[in-house]
T-cell receptor
Framework: DAGVIQSPRHEVTEMGQEVTLRCKPI?????LFWYRQTMMRGLELLIY????????DSGMPEDRFSAKMPNASFSTLKIQPSEPRDSAVYFC?????????????FGPGTRLTVL | QKEVEQNSGPLSVPEGAIASLNCTYS??????FFWYRQYSGKSPELIMF????GDKEDGRFTAQLNKASQYVSLLIRDSQPSDSATYLC??????????????FGKGTHLIIQP
């Protein structure tokens, strides 16, 4: 398997622009997670889906952020309008549903810079 | 609010020695505990997980869990320069038997000195 795929790998945009990050989970995985990593705050969970349904979006910082999962093989994280404080590395991860442990496999990340 | 605390380091260990990484967590409902390794500019990769009190060994790595003390540790034996990375501790609280989002510590930067 190719692992979790994210695109783009790098994104530079100007404040106020719309940004869309994309993720393809590992085939067969039931769960998809979006995380954000910054030096100040570390790695934070933004939202996660189970079988394409959003389960917990309490980590989404504000209404400027939205995420969708239209099918089992694709998810997007959108920021509109973007702000400089959104600059971070955004990771997508996926996992299989298990009775106890849920090893999450991370994609390579998208490094977002908002000028 | 779930919190996971780690010493940010850097933790410097000579090659061949044992590196000891520690983590504490605030939520007593946490059931699964994970150690991820992250090289600079790369994504986190799972080293091992543990969910029962005691020790769990996998090659040169040993995870230790003490739920009463809300403490998790990772030991790396025979440390190698390639072990130099940031080590992230993560916990989750399984709800209804399904998966859950992970709460991460900010990580400990480990340096193995040749």
């Amino acid at each position: 398997d190719a692992g979790v795929i994210q695109s783009p790998r790098h994104e530079v945009t100007e404040m106020g622009q719309e940004v869309t990050l994309r993720c393809k989970p590992i085939s067969g995985h039931d769960y998809l997670f979006w995380y954000r990593q910054t030096m100040m705050r570390g790695l934070e969970l933004l939202i996660y889906f189970n079988n394409n349904v959003p389960i917990d979006d309490s980590g989404m910082p504000e209404d400027r952020f939205s995420a969708k999962m239209p099918n089992a093989s694709f998810s997007t994280l959108k920021i509109q309008p973007s702000e400089p404080r959104d600059s971070a590395v955004y990771f997508c991860a996926s996992s299989l549903e298990t009775a106890f442990t849920d090893t999450q496999y991370f994609g390579p990340g998208t490094r977002l810079t908002v000028l | 609010q779930k919190e996971v605390e780690q010493n940010s380091g850097p933790l410097s260990v000579p090659e061949g020695a044992i590196a000891s990484l520690n983590c504490t967590y605030s939520d007593r409902g946490s059931q699964s505990f994970f150690w991820y390794r992250q090289y600079s500019g790369k994504s986190p990769e799972l080293i091992m997980f543990i969910y029962s009190n005691g020790d769990k060994e996998d090659g040169r790595f040993t995870a230790q869990l003490n739920k009463a003390s809300q403490y998790v540790s990772l030991l790396i034996r025979d440390s190698q320069p390639s072990d130099s990375a940031t080590y992230l501790c993560a916990v989750n609280q399984i709800s209804g038997g399904g998966a859950d989002g992970l709460t991460f510590g900010k990580g400990t930067h480990l340096i193995i000195q040749p």
